[in-house]
């Protein structure tokens, strides 16, 4: 009889902790954990402020801002996060501010925190515009591999369901889109940050969507970037002489051409310190702990990612 209730018990047991993983493993509406909050920052514009953090399953990749402008004939989003998730949110959130449906999502370049949450905004309808470079990526192995460690890492945000969206609208270099009169001028910038960079500026509200172009209160992140190509970018920013940069990480610039300063000051100061060694060949460790770090290691994400972009920095100068 005892050894019958035992194991009816661990019967009990197993079948509970079943349900538990099954449970965890499967998102769900969380209205108390990780929130939008969108900051009106012209008329008829608004973003939502990504962390400072790495992407994690904790904060549902919410690392990436995204942006949205109403005009009286829909609503356009620029940059749709980092998981479905937090495009699920973002679309009540704009619902909140406008009856009106969103009717384009323009992707300022195809790096997973910016895009994972398209296929939300495919549902609902809306076209998707982006520059042709970005084909590329959606086809590469980096962009497969990227997604199944995406699936692990954020689970259960980004998981089987979630894949990448190729946009409705490829363009080249220039695309000027207009809905109810609003003009978006989309200019491609790239190859910077990533090979399809583009700048969205919305003349009648005085906002430039800078995309990772500019990086606000924590560390750009490198990867493969352009490292010559970007400082460069960064220049074309005076041309449109902006009222606000929304940069694709950290808060609104309302002195733009004063606060692009510090990721192009951040960029010049790796490819200065790395310069010179990538040139002779030394070995990088050594370049590396030869340079003062003294001035960005306070600032967030230091330690996670400036190391990878000196590394980066390095190589791409030995191959220029």
Known sequence: MLFRLIKIAL???????????????????????????????????????????MGTSQN???????????TPKGVVVIDALGSPVLAQKLIQEIKKV??????????????ADHVYGLQEFKKIGAKIYAQSEGRSYIASETAKQRLIASRVDFAPWVNKDTHLVPADIWFDK???????????????????????????????????????????????????????????????????????????????SINPIEDIGFTRDYLRFLRESMGSAARNMDPFDEAYSAVDWSEYDGIPLFKAANRMNAYNVYLSIQGE
Do not use: C
């Open 98 to 111: 406008s009856a009106q449906k969103v009717v384009a999502v323009i992707v300022t370049h195809y790096h």
């Open 174 to 252: 220039q695309y000027k889109l207009n809905i109810a009169g609003l003009d978006f001028i989309i200019s491609r910038v790239g190859p910077a940050h990533s090979p399809e960079d583009i700048l969205v500026y919305v003349p009648s509200e005085g906002v430039l969507f800078a995309g990772d172009l500019v990086f606000q209160g924590r560390i750009p992140y490198v990867g493969n970037a352009d490292s010559k190509g970007w400082l460069l970018a960064l220049d074309e920013f005076e041309k449109f002489n902006p009222k606000v940069v929304i940069p694709g990480h950290g808060p609104q």
């Open 11 to 53: 019967i009990g047991s197993a079948i509970f902790l079943v349900a538990s993983i099954s449970q965890a493993a499967e998102p769900k509406n969380d209205p108390a954990g990780i929130l939008l909050k969108p900051i009106k920052v012209a008329p008829n514009t608004y973003f939502v402020q990504g962390l400072a953090e």
């Open 60 to 70: 549902q990749n919410f690392i990436s801002n995204a942006g949205f402008v109403v």
